[in-house]
């Protein structure tokens, strides 16, 4: 078991003392507790769109080892005890990115997804094209995602990604708004690892 620092369990006594989360679902309340805690900011609360099956969904497939799919290597530093795959910088995205016309994140995912097809977790915290591709590719039935944390951050296509990932019907974590960003998205993936820190 995670040992929780004294200053740590203090700062969620206190969240939950100014975020009333006592009948949230259990994995629901381990996220939205994380992403408040990470943000200091209850307005997350309503903003994150959350299924609790989809979420234990995604805790078991982690807790069985399943692959880990990031878009950027900033959602990698955030998820320090799990390994994670992230081929944003990796020469044949780029090729393949200029070949396509595509962003390097989403040539990244299209690469990942030839590696991990089948019940990976996808946690996509920057890049609105990286979630496009990845729902893309999973309405060809090219990939099949445990759970997709989709929270990319952006003026330009990122409400929108989010949107599209929740008509798709994937399993999925997001939000409705235009924030998010690497720290949301590890933020949800730690909740599905580490579970309450004041069990």
């Known amino acids: 078991m995670r040992t929780v620092h004294p200053i740590e369990a203090e700062s969620y006594r206190l969240?939950?003392?100014?975020?009333?989360t006592a009948r949230l679902p259990a994995r629901t309340r381990d996220v939205v507790e994380r992403v408040v805690h990470t943000t200091a900011d209850p307005?997350?609360?309503?903003?994150?769109?959350v299924d609790e099956a989809a979420l234990a969904a995604g805790a078991d497939a982690l807790?069985?080892?399943?692959?880990?799919?990031?878009d950027v290597a900033m959602v990698a530093a955030g998820i320090t005890r799990y390994?994670?795959?992230?081929?944003?910088?990796?020469?044949?995205?780029a090729r393949l990115a200029a070949e396509h016309g595509l962003t390097r994140s989403a040539a990244a995912i299209r690469l990942?997804?030839?590696?991990h097809a089948d019940g990976a977790v996808w946690a996509i915290g920057n890049a609105p094209t990286a979630l496009f591709e990845l729902v893309?590719?999973?309405?060809a039935g090219q990939v099949r995602p445990a759970l997709v944390v989709g929270v990319p951050v952006g003026y330009v296509g990122a409400a929108e990604s989010k949107a599209a990932l929740r008509a798709a019907g994937l399993p999925q974590l997001s939000n409705r708004s235009a924030r998010?960003?690497?720290?949301?998205?590890?933020?949800?993936?730690?909740?599905?690892?580490y579970?309450?820190?004041?069990?």
Do not use: K, M, Y
Request: with cysteine; aromatic share 2%.
């Open 83 to 93: 390994p994670s795959t992230c081929l944003v910088a990796a020469p044949e995205a």
């Open 112 to 115: 990942a997804a030839r590696q």
């Open 195 to 199: 579970g309450d820190p004041l069990p």
């Open 43 to 49: 307005t997350w609360l309503p903003d994150l769109v």
């Open 15 to 20: 969240l939950r003392e100014a975020v009333d």
């Open 180 to 193: 998010g960003g690497s720290a949301i998205a590890a933020a949800a993936v730690n909740a599905l690892l």
């Open 136 to 139: 893309r590719l999973a309405e």
């Open 63 to 70: 807790a069985a080892g399943a692959p880990l799919v990031v």
